[in-house]
């Protein structure tokens, strides 16, 4: 069993930056890819990017291409997604989500979730 919580959530004006994290414990994290995916109101929840066990391989969404970045510190059993010039259409919860496998964008394919943290980009 994998327990993933989400932190560093909050509210941010337009253009600003904020860091989440995702830190796991349980079954060794360090051997599992990890996702973010966001779930706006009256939206269906989306892919935002993901990253393999070793962070190796990373894979984004085209919204988060070139503003969103994510990584991972297995010493600390955490990955982060690092997130700048962010736009009110951002606003989301978060959530993160550990695969026994390589990961990618489906969200089937994601065994554990953690329970989400509230991103507001205000205009």
């Known amino acids: 069993q994998v327990q993933l919580v989400e932190s560093g959530g909050g509210l941010v004006q337009a253009g600003g930056s904020l860091r989440l994290a995702c830190a796991g414990s349980g079954r060794t994290f360090s051997n599992l890819a990890v996702g973010w995916f966001r779930h706006a109101p009256g939206k269906e929840r989306d892919f935002v990017a993901s990253i393999n066990w070793n962070g190796a391989n990373t894979y984004y969404a085209d919204s988060g291409k070139g503003h969103f970045t994510i990584s991972r510190d297995n010493a600390k059993n955490t990955v982060y997604l690092q997130m700048n010039s962010l736009k009110p259409e951002d606003t989301a919860v978060y959530y993160c989500?550990?695969?026994?496998?390589?990961?990618?964008?489906?969200?089937?394919?994601?065994?554990?979730w953690g329970q989400g943290t509230q991103v507001t980009v205000s205009s």
């Open positions: 989500a550990a695969d026994i496998g390589p990961g990618g964008s489906r969200m089937d394919l994601y065994d554990y």
